[in-house]
């Protein structure tokens, strides 16, 4: 055994002092000289380009460079790392590239044979940085691309990628217009940003109609796209493409109907394009600034209401406004954890009172909330509840989206960002829309039937001659009754509120009620005999 160790003990050592002999002694000198063409991104570059640097590695030895190690550092962090080959008198230039999320300095750095394995004469030479400038771009203003003239209809969004996804199931499963990703529906943009939507980080869009019957729409995107991305999307389409170099910026140009043109270009860390709906004109004058555009956004994206409709310490998705059939409307869209919300204002718009769902009343204020139906029309674990309150001229809603379970307390807390909002002005009432029915028979009259949380309330009567003992009450909308104790003495003629736990195929009952058909079984004992009389209920509404 200990003749054993003494053998693993002198390997060992034989290896250690080889490899420092290999190190000191038989190792060449390497004499080589690093270099970064840093002027390859003098230019201005904004995030989300692609930034190609070379480096240039020059073996200036006697001898041949083999698999050394060339460690690449961005801001401090290893990026990428070559391994490099190069006979003696040779060089090798290597093309380092990133795309930049955001703007800043980004330190770039080479060295080699960072572990110091070899030796090198000059250790100064076999590294190099430089640093890259990322400029800021502007912020998205689609609207500066707008022709000028008598608007029927306005729209403009300013979304990040997570808020086009959001407002895209809004309008494609709810058809929420304020929430379009193009304010005129249009198919072929809203298709194209569906598609690309991974590669997308932020978008900006203004839409108009006019009353001469013209529209125009103007679409930025910032993010992975190749700038390309328009022209070719519009070529698949089978539109007629052509390209123009206009004071040294490529602008691509699609007619897309006889009438309709679109025209996109990149500038300024943005694919930008417009889309022209006119008989006298085509994209390329809006482009050239023949056709007059808007110099600054309309009064219906007043900073000012944004702010007030961002009462939440949420994430902003996005922001919207407009102007549709003449009521003006400033909407954001916000992110709470699982929860999206989305609190607008209208303004000078008359609504129905009647409310098709819960109506509150909270300090004076009248409150409406409820759940809007998806245009498939199928319910599923996710549901859209609108609370709107009418206070003064303003229309005041805040749409919240949520898993079917939190419904009820998503309530609440619409109310609350509703009176944030601090618009003073007298609230209007509602009143129902819908009502609640439910019956027995003769012998026991029923009223005022109200549904929440999987539990029916109603109130029976006593037609009967004599009093009762009443021993329970099912409620379910399918399979076997469900009883829920009561143990209530009804005297004759008189009248008691009974509450009972609702169930299908035996699992409690809940989501909304929209049109909720349940059957009912009042079990009682009368002169020491026990029966049970059937009936029903439509739930249409449920109470807060």
Request: with cysteine; proline share 3%.
């Amino acid at each position: 055994m200990n003749k054993e160790w003494i053998f693993w003990a002198v390997l060992v050592a034989v290896i250690a002092i080889g490899a420092l002999y290999f190190k000191f002694y038989s190792t060449q000198t390497i004499s080589m000289f690093v270099s970064i063409n840093g002027s390859a991104a003098a230019g201005t570059t904004y995030p989300f380009e692609k930034v190609i640097l070379p480096v240039t590695v020059q073996n200036t030895g006697s001898g041949a460079i083999t698999n050394l190690v060339f460690d690449v550092k961005n801001n401090g962090n290893s990026s990428v790392a070559y391994q490099l080959s190069i006979p003696a008198g040779k060089s090798v230039t290597l093309q380092y590239n990133f795309t930049p999320s955001k703007a800043g300095t980004y330190n770039i750095s080479v060295v080699a044979d960072p572990a110091q394995v070899y030796n090198i004469a000059d250790r100064q030479n076999s590294m190099n940085a430089t640093a890259v400038v990322i400029a800021n771009s502007s912020a998205g203003a689609a609207y500066s691309l707008i022709p000028r003239g008598n608007f029927s209809d306005y729209s403009q969004n300013n979304y990040g990628r997570g808020g086009f996804v959001a407002s895209s199931f809004l309008f494609g499963s709810y058809g929420l217009d304020a929430f379009a990703p193009v304010g005129n529906r249009d198919t072929f943009v809203t298709s194209l940003l569906n598609i690309t939507q991974l590669y997308i980080r932020n978008v900006s869009v203004a839409s108009a109609s006019y009353r001469n019957g013209t529209s125009s729409y103007s679409v930025w995107i910032q993010g992975y796209l190749s700038p390309s991305v328009m022209g070719v999307a519009a070529s698949g389409r089978g539109y007629k493409v052509s390209n123009y170099t206009i004071n040294g910026t490529a602008v691509t140009v699609a007619n897309m109907t006889n009438t309709t043109t679109l025209c996109s270009w990149y500038q300024g860390g943005w694919i930008k394009s417009v889309v022209y709906s006119s008989a006298s004109g085509t994209c390329l004058g809006i482009y050239k600034g023949s056709i007059r555009t808007l110099n600054k956004s309309p009064a219906y994206g007043n900073a000012t209401y944004f702010a007030k409709v961002n009462p939440l310490n949420s994430t902003l998705l996005g922001n919207f406004s407009g102007k549709f059939n003449g009521k003006i409307f400033y909407s954001t869209l916000l992110q709470n954890g699982a929860t999206f919300v989305a609190p607008q204002i209208s303004i000078n718009s008359s609504e129905d009172s009647r409310c098709l769902g819960v109506i509150s009343r909270q300090n004076g204020t009248s409150f409406c909330s409820v759940f809007v139906v998806p245009l498939n029309g199928f319910i599923t674990g996710i549901a859209l509840i609108r609370t709107t309150a009418y206070i003064g001229n303003y229309n005041l809603s805040v749409y919240t989206l949520v898993n079917n379970s939190r419904v009820f307390q998503s309530i609440p807390t619409a109310f609350s960002i509703i009176n944030k909002f601090n618009i003073s002005g007298t609230s209007a009432s509602f009143s129902s829309g819908f009502s609640n029915t439910c019956q027995f028979n003769l012998s026991f009259p029923c009223s005022n039937a109200n549904f929440y949380n999987g539990t029916l309330v109603l109130r029976v009567t006593n037609k009967l001659n004599q009093s009762l003992h009443l021993n329970s009450l099912s409620c379910y909308s399918m399979g076997n009754p469900v009883p829920t104790k009561l143990n209530q003495s009804l005297p004759a003629l008189g009248s008691m509120n009974l509450s009972a736990s609702c169930y299908s195929l035996g699992k409690p009952l809940g989501g909304i009620p929209l049109n909720l058909q349940l059957s009912l079984r009042l079990n009682y004992t009368a002169a020491n005999v026990t029966k049970t009389v059937a009936g029903n209920a439509t739930i249409n509404i449920f109470s807060s």
